[in-house]
């Protein structure tokens, strides 16, 4: 595999084609190995990979403490994307801010964590509904025009929510849900980013690692496994969304590349707009990820894939109601 990969853009930022998730290293999917995370994000960076992703809520500071120890020294390979917006600390109950005092201190926090004088794409994390977004984008402008920040994103934002805040300052990057079992933002918001020149980066591009076909049942689950608790992965909605992964494995067979390669390279083509974030702890995975970049798929095998994962026939929402109810709608 080159040790270059090929180059996107994030309205005006140039990144790697696909990044790296770094959420599940410290929290959401089991115990944690800080020395094998370090390897995986070293590897990563070897592979050409830029754009890392973290936030100040994964792990409660952790994630972004380990991001910093991983880079230090390589800062000028890195594109550093984190993001705020949860005042609670994991357990506790939730709690979102958007206003100009605390995102202030929020980004002074994870430069803090990061080790670093500039973070180069911080997003809201959720948009807060009781602070106008034009108040949360203004004091992001002036973290940009202090060169603390470079570029600005927000996560989870509706088409409105991006038009508003876009007026305020160039919004560059989206992150949000998307791959074959997540397709609710094909219908509005990603036109809306296309016209503004608003740039996509999908979280969760293997449905949380079950269009892997890893997952049969939560039982190998870690205890405190976030999958334990979501509705695609509840008895009855697993049983029917395993039948849309056993589609995609026959038809990743007759091209000799798995199912999460082949979910993943569908994603990749959905436009040059379009830069993934899939999520690992362990180097054989995100060699494997990184591997869809390359893989060309016919217009063809495009429909075929679609027709295998019907928007209509997954199982269960993606969110339990609690965490629903955060999304901006």
């Known amino acids: 595999m080159s040790s270059t990969l090929p180059t996107r853009r994030l309205g005006a930022l140039t990144v790697s084609a696909q990044g790296l998730g770094c959420m599940g290293m410290s929290h959401g999917y089991g115990e944690s190995d800080d020395d094998a995370s370090v390897a995986t994000l070293h590897r990563a960076l070897d592979l050409g990979v830029t754009l890392l992703d973290t936030a100040d809520f994964y792990g409660s500071g952790h994630n972004e403490e380990l991001i910093g120890r991983a880079v230090a020294g390589r800062r000028d390979e890195v594109v550093l994307a984190t993001k705020f917006g949860f005042a609670n600390k994991l357990g506790e109950p939730t709690v979102i801010r958007g206003d100009a005092p605390y995102v202030r201190r929020a980004c002074e926090s994870s430069l803090r964590r990061l080790g670093v004088d500039h973070i180069d794409l911080y997003y809201q994390h959720r948009v807060d509904p009781q602070v106008p977004v034009e108040e949360t984008v203004g004091a992001l402008a002036e973290l940009v025009a202090e060169g603390k920040v470079r570029y600005l994103g927000l996560s989870e934002a509706s088409a409105r929510t991006l ?51 890893r997952y049969t049942s939560v039982a190998g689950l870690a205890p405190g496994d976030v999958r334990r608790s979501q509705p695609r992965f509840a008895d009855g909605n697993l049983e029917r969304n395993l039948a849309i992964v056993d589609r995609l494995t026959e038809l990743a067979a007759a091209r000799g590349v798995t199912a999460g390669r082949l979910a993943l390279a569908w994603l990749q083509h959905r436009g040059e707009d379009v830069v993934p974030i899939p999520g690992t702890r362990r180097t054989g995975n995100l060699e494997e990820n990184l591997a869809a970049v390359d893989l060309e798929l016919t217009a063809a095998e495009l429909t075929a894939i679609e027709a295998a994962a019907p928007r209509d026939q997954v199982a ?10 955060f999304v901006d709608r």
């Open 163 to 213: 038009r508003r805040a876009h007026a305020v300052h160039p919004i560059s990057a989206l992150q949000s849900e998307w791959s074959l079992w997540t397709r609710d933002l094909e219908d509005e918001i990603v036109p809306v980013c296309r016209e503004l020149g608003i740039g996509l980066v999908p979280f969760s591009p293997l449905g949380r690692g079950f269009l892997t076909g």
């Open 316 to 325: 269960g929402s993606r969110y339990d109601e609690g965490s629903l109810s």
